[in-house]
């Protein structure tokens, strides 16, 4: 197989935006995990009190 695939002058997505989206998936990802976590850590206290 073979492809002809342009490398310079091409603007695409990723060449605008950069490393942008897989930086700000590490804050996603802690902040979704911490309510997570949060929420089950309530949960939990809640079953202790009955």
Do not use: H
């Not at 342009?6 to 911490?34: E, H, N, Q």
């Amino acid at each position: 197989m073979y492809a002809d695939v342009p490398t310079k002058g091409v603007k695409t997505i990723y060449s605008t935006t950069g490393d942008l989206f897989a930086w700000m998936c590490i804050p996603g990802l802690i902040m979704v995990s911490f309510f997570y976590g949060r929420k089950k850590r309530i949960s939990y206290k809640n079953q202790d009190a009955e």
